[in-house]
């Protein structure tokens, strides 16, 4: 069982920048693949960066690319996400994910969200 929470989240000005950071309970914490979502009112939940477990590579989806830095910190059990250069349209909740693969059983886990709002 992992518990996922997340803070950081509020207000901020366009071009402006916030660090979102999800601190995970539970002893396996490195073993997961960590990644976050966002979801903006009206539209459908959306992949933002994944980093692996293993090798620690990074993914992100377009919407970020240059923007948006992700890392984690196994001995702190947390992952972040600095966001840079924030637009409007980045207004979102912000979600950490967690999943693993034990043979073909995927564990998953989500954390509460936290609010992210680009506005002048």
């Known amino acids: 069982q992992v518990q996922l929470v997340e803070s950081g989240g509020g207000l901020v000005q366009p071009g402006g920048s916030l660090r979102l950071s999800c601190a995970a309970s539970g002893s396996t914490f490195s073993s997961y693949d960590m990644s976050w979502y966002r979801q903006a009112p009206g539209k459908e939940r959306e992949l933002v960066a994944t980093?692996?477990?293993?090798?620690?590579?990074?993914n992100y989806a377009d919407s970020g690319k240059g923007r948006f830095t992700m890392s984690r910190d196994n001995a702190k059990k947390s992952v972040y996400l600095q966001m840079n250069s924030l637009k409007p349209e980045d207004t979102a909740v912000y979600y950490c994910?967690?999943?693993?693969?034990?043979?073909?059983?995927?564990?998953?886990?989500w954390g509460q969200g936290t609010q992210v709002t680009v506005s002048s």
């Open positions: 980093i692996a477990s293993v090798g620690g590579s990074i």
């Open positions: 994910n967690a999943v693993r693969f034990l043979g073909s059983i995927m564990r998953q886990y």
